[in-house]
């Protein structure tokens, strides 16, 4: 079966650093994806690793740990702005050779002044 | 310009009722897809479509029916609407690279969905 865990919710400061974690148990792997979601917006999206290691990207980076099934996702000088839901999906193609996303539950980040 | 354009933005119907939900990309992909968002954000993939082929059909009713009369368009057609099936109806698209590039998904805005 495909099961992707993440908190629900967290909160944090501005001007804080915030870490969201994934773990996840999927059939198979060919990648894993980092999405953000404002209120009643669409996903956009924010990272990908494929490879163990972080990737980095201006305030944003993401982990990946393949044999751990685990990810995070790290946010520096977090901004109100940061205030959405995050999505860890992990790519897994099966059979068809095309991509399949299957997503968490998403973590909403509540960020204060 | 919207990359991944979806209407209406808002659907308001009763039980019962036969609807349907547009998308197009102008964004040259050949993949395009269509999400169930629950009212607990929860995610799911319910059709892809390659080149105007299925890809993926998971498991879903066969009350709804996706169409792609070419590859920039995916219509989703669903029958018989039932209260469960009030949720957030998400379309994206990429562009499937089958060398292991990165293949993100650009999704629409969503179509908000109340069944009465």
């Known amino acids: 079966g495909q099961n992707i865990d993440q908190p629900t919710e967290m909160t944090a400061t501005e001007g804080a650093i915030v870490q969201i974690n994934c773990t996840y148990q999927?059939?198979?792997?060919?990648?894993l994806f980092w999405y953000q979601q404002h209120a009643g917006e669409a996903p956009t999206f924010l990272s990908y690793?494929?490879?163990?290691g972080l990737e980095e990207k201006g305030r944003f980076s993401s982990f990946l740990s393949r044999s751990k099934g685990y990810s995070y996702l790290l946010l520096k000088e977090l901004q109100m702005k940061d205030s959405a839901s995050y999505l860890c999906?992990?790519?897994?193609?099966?059979?068809?050779?095309?991509?399949?996303?299957?997503f968490g539950t998403g973590t909403r980040l509540l960020v204060s002044p | 310009d919207t990359a991944v354009s979806q209407t209406p933005k808002y659907l308001v119907t009763q039980m019962g009722n036969d609807k349907s939900i547009k998308c197009e990309q102008n964004?040259?992909?050949?993949?395009m897809y269509w999400y169930k968002q629950d009212s607990k954000k929860f995610l799911k993939i319910m059709f892809s479509?390659?080149?105007?082929?299925?890809?993926i059909n998971e498991t879903v009713p066969n009350r709804f029916s996706p169409k792609s009369p070419d590859k920039a368009h995916l219509n989703l057609h669903i029958n018989s609407l039932e209260l469960g099936d009030s949720a957030v109806y998400f379309c994206a698209s990429s562009q499937d690279f089958n060398d292991g590039g990165l293949n993100i998904q650009y999704f629409g805005a969503g179509t908000r969905l109340s069944v009465l």
């Open positions: 690793n494929v490879l163990d």
């Open positions: 964004l040259g992909h050949d993949t």
């Open positions: 999906a992990v790519r897994d193609d099966g059979n068809t050779g095309f991509q399949k996303l299957v």
């Open positions: 479509y390659n080149n105007k082929e299925l890809i």
């Open positions: 999927t059939s198979g792997f060919n990648g």
